[in-house]
């Protein structure tokens, strides 16, 4: 959905100077009225847009199409200040983009929602506990429980990386490259070999530490970030 800015004069005038736009002929008044027009539909000229996702399942298609989930994905996007092709991405790589995902593990939806304790059915998010098996059925409320999630991680969140790194342990984000995945209940090992789509992609053991620089790799390659 396309977004209209408004601009000020005073706001033109230092874009102008930013990309040396000077208005002397008419010919060249129109060229840099268009270029000018051009830089601001984009939004921010020194910001580079997301690309469009690609490899999106039926089902997937499906979800985008659907009017709840528009709305709601605008909703969170406004709300973390990260764009929604970037949220589109991970939601496509953790679940293809089916809310009703679950994996071996009890983690369910979009963005795979893990049990607050093992073994157990329920996610705690700001103090509130969501039901696994509620949000698997309930497109709405699990985009609600994203956006509160998401917001969780504060200002720690400024990039989709730090999105996507805080979607796997929210502790690493803002961690450097050498940074070593592991929490007080699961050493780095475990950690691994319970997402080993990394270490697989990467060509290592799945028991092989992860670390920070690893999912940054790792997002690279597949063309997220």
Known sequence: MSKKFIITEEEKNEIRLMYNIVEQSDFFKELATSTLN????SGN??????????NVSEKGQELLNNPIFKEKLTEISNAIGIDENSIIKL??????????????????????????????????????????????????????AIKEFWLEGGSGIESPKDLYIYNILPAAVGKPDNYVLKT?????????????????ELGRPVDTPLTVGDLVTFYQKRGMV
């Open 184 to 200: 007080n209940n699961a050493s780095p090992e475990t950690v691994a070999k319970q997402n080993p789509v990394f270490n697989t």
């Open 45 to 54: 000229p020194e910001e580079k847009k997301s690309e469009t996702v690609t």
């Open 91 to 144: 939601m496509n790589f953790e679940s293809g983009l089916d809310p009703k995902n679950e994996n071996s593990l009890g983690c369910v939806g979009l963005i795979q929602f893990c049990p607050t304790s093992r073994g157990g059915s329920t996610k705690t998010i700001k103090g509130k506990a969501y039901n696994l098996e509620e949000l698997k059925n309930n497109l709405e409320l699990q985009m609600g």
């Open 38 to 41: 051009a830089l601001i539909s």
